[in-house]
C-alpha cells in the first residue's frame, strides 16, 4: 500500500489544474504585457484569476498580487509594514514563537536593521493567547503578524480576534495563511486581515506561485525591481499557466471545502485515537482546534528520522519534526515552542492526511506506526533507560 500523508508538504495537483494550465502553455502562451492579441488574451485570463482568487478569501481584485509563493508573500508583506512603520518611527514588531520560517528569519533580518520584535509565547496547546497579544502592542508597533494555522502542529489561531485587536488600536496585521486558504474559509474582511499570505502547492496547485493579499491603503514595498507588472509593486512577467492553476485549484478546493473538510476531521480523529493508544506517546497542540487533516505525535524513546525511513519501507510518505540541516540534527522550534523537551521532540512525526484519504489507509497508518516505534524502542538504550528507572518518563 502506498500512502501519501505529507500535504502539509505539498500537495499533489489537481486534474482540473493541470487542465487550466495547459492551454497557457501551449496556445495563449503570449506575454501579457504585450499589445497584440495572444498577449492580450493572457492578460485577460491573468485578471479573470486575480477575480477568481478574490472572491474565494473576500478581497477586491485589486487587492491581489501574484507572487513566486508563501515565502516571498511573507517577505514584501513584513518588509512593507516595516517600511511604513519606519517612516512614522515606529519600530516594534509582535509575532509568535512558532511562525514559519519565512516569517522569523524575515524579523531575524528587520532586527539587524534597528527594529524590536516580541515573540509570543504559544503555551502547550499551540494556540496564541489574544489577551498576551494585545498586552504586547505599544504606541511604536508597526506590525502584528501571526500564522492563521500552523504549518507542524496545524493548531488553529484565533485570527479574528486578533485582527480586531489590532484594528481597534491601528496596527497592521497580517497572516501567513499558507497551510490554511483552500482548506479553511477565510473572509479578510470579517477578519480584520490586513496582509495575508498563500501558496498555490499547499491546495493541489503547482509549486512556485502564490499570491499575497494588500488590502486597499496598505502600500506594498516592492522586493523585486525591474518591470511595471503587478501595479509596480512585483517586477517579472507573470507566470501565467501557474496562475490560471492555481485560480483552478482554489476554486475546486473552495467548492469542496465543508465536505472535505467534515470527511477529513472525522478522519484525523480516528488517526488521533489509534496513536494515543501506543504508550507514551503525546499529540502536539490542541486536539480540537487544528486544521481537518493534521496529526502530530511525539513518541518518547525513539528518533523521528528512524520512525520516517521505517514508515517510508511501509510505503507511507510522512514528515518530521525535526530537521537535518549540514549534518547537525536540531529539534523542531515549533515543538519546543509548546514546551516539549529536546529529547521529546526528536522523536516526532507528522501525518498530513489529503481529501482524497481513507478509514483503511488510516488504519494501516496506525498498525505501521505502532509497530515501527515497539521495533525501534526495542533496541534503544534511551528507551532501556526508561524502562528501568534509571531515566524519568517524560511523556
Known amino acids: 500500500m502506498q500512502i501519501y500523508a505529507d500535504n502539509a508538504a505539498t500537495t499533489r495537483m489537481s486534474r482540473t489544474a493541470i487542465d487550466a494550465m495547459l492551454p497557457y502553455m501551449e496556445e495563449i502562451y503570449g506575454n501579457p504585457s504585450s499589445l497584440y492579441s495572444i498577449g492580450q488574451r493572457a492578460k485577460e485570463a491573468l ?139 477565510i473572509d479578510v474582511k470579517a477578519d480584520n486581515i490586513d496582509l495575508l499570505s498563500a501558496s498555490a502547492h499547499k491546495f493541489h496547485g503547482p509549486k512556485g506561485v502564490g499570491f499575497l493579499f494588500a488590502r486597499r491603503g496598505v502600500r506594498l514595498t516592492n522586493l523585486i525591481e525591474g518591470g511595471a507588472q503587478e501595479r509596480g509593486k512585483r517586477a517579472g512577467t507573470e507566470n501565467v499557466s501557474g496562475i490560471m492553476a492555481m485560480a483552478a485549484a482554489l476554486k475546486e478546493a473552495a467548492a469542496g471545502m465543508a465536505e472535505n473538510a467534515a470527511r477529513m476531521t472525522a478522519l484525523r480523529d480516528r488517526l488521533i485515537a489509534g496513536l494515543s493508544e501506543i504508550p507514551h506517546s503525546a499529540l502536539n497542540g490542541d486536539a480540537v482546534r487544528r486544521l481537518p487533516g493534521n496529526v502530530n505525535f511525539c513518541f518518547e524513546g525513539i528518533e523521528g528520522e528512524s520512525l520516517l525511513l521505517l514508515l517510508d519501507d511501509k510505503g507511507i510518505s510522512a514528515s518530521s519534526g525535526s530537521a537535518c540541516t549540514s549534518g547537525s540534527l536540531d529539534p523542531s522550534h515549533v515543538l519546543l515552542a509548546i514546551g516539549r523537551v529536546h529529547d521529546v521532540a526528536h522523536g516526532s512525526l507528522r501525518l498530513s492526511l489529503g481529501e482524497d484519504a481513507t478509514e483503511e489507509e488510516v488504519d494501516y497508518i496506525i498498525r505501521s506506526v505502532r509497530e515501527i516505534v515497539e521495533y525501534l524502542r526495542g533496541f534503544s538504550p534511551v528507551w532501556r533507560d526508561l524502562q528501568s528507572g534509571k531515566t524519568p518518563f517524560i511523556l
Open 47 to 185: 485578471e479573470q484569476a486575480r477575480s477568481d482568487i478574490a472572491a474565494v478569501i473576500g478581497a477586491d481584485p485589486r487587492e491581489i498580487t501574484f507572487t513566486s509563493g508563501g515565502s516571498e508573500a511573507d517577505n514584501q508583506a513584513l518588509l512593507s509594514a516595516a517600511t511604513l512603520g519606519k517612516k512614522q518611527g515606529k519600530l516594534h514588531i509582535v509575532s509568535s514563537a512558532f511562525e514559519h520560517h519565512a516569517v522569523l528569519h524575515a524579523l531575524k533580518r528587520l532586527e539587524s536593521e534597528g527594529f524590536e520584535v516580541t515573540l509570543l509565547p504559544v503555551h502547550e496547546n499551540g494556540i496564541v493567547d489574544v489577551r498576551e497579544m494585545e498586552a504586547a502592542l505599544r504606541e511604536d508597533t508597526c506590525l502584528v503578524t501571526i500564522m492563521t494555522a500552523n504549518n507542524e502542529i496545524g493548531t488553529l489561531q484565533p485570527v479574528r480576534e486578533i485582527g480586531a485587536v489590532c484594528r481597534a488600536h491601528g496596527v497592521p496585521f497580517h497572516t501567513d495563511a499558507v497551510q490554511a486558504v483552500g482548506h479553511l474559509p
